[in-house]
């Protein structure tokens, strides 16, 4: 069993930057990825990097805005965001897989979720 933990959320006004980091315990985790869920809507993928960290990708509307990153040697997963837009206003979670699969958007894909930090971006 992998257990996930989100930190890094918080009220940041628009423009302004965070890191959100995701610290796994447990047994060796495959690829992993972030998604966000906006108040009232469906939980949608953000990024994704693959196990060796060789290749990482990222919804449309965050390209160029965030950066996904993975620490072997501390087991984290990190996302750095810069640019915040008030549309970026979410719960933010941490996944990650067993192994490694290629349908990496979809949540069905990853075994292990953290429980979601809040992200809040004021206009």
């Known amino acids: 069993q992998v257990q996930l933990v989100e930190t890094g959320g918080g009220l940041v006004q628009a423009g302004g930057s965070l890191r959100l980091s995701c610290v796994a315990s447990?047994?060796?985790?495959?690829?992993s990825g972030w998604f966000c869920h906006p108040l009232g809507l469906v939980r949608e993928f953000v990024a994704f990097?693959?196990?060796?960290?060789?290749?990482?990708d990222y919804a449309e509307s965050v390209k160029g805005r965030f950066t996904i990153s993975r620490d072997h040697t501390k087991n984290t997963v990190n996302l750095q965001m810069i640019s915040l837009k008030p549309e970026d206003t979410a719960v933010y979670y941490c996944?990650?897989?067993?192994?490694?699969?290629?349908?990496?958007?979809?949540?069905?894909?990853?075994?292990?979720w953290g429980q979601g930090t809040q992200v809040t971006v004021s206009s």
């Open positions: 447990g047994r060796t985790f495959g690829s």
């Open positions: 990097i693959r196990l060796n960290g060789g290749r990482t």
């Open positions: 996944a990650a897989m067993r192994g490694d699969f290629s349908d990496y958007r979809s949540q069905l894909q990853y075994a292990y």
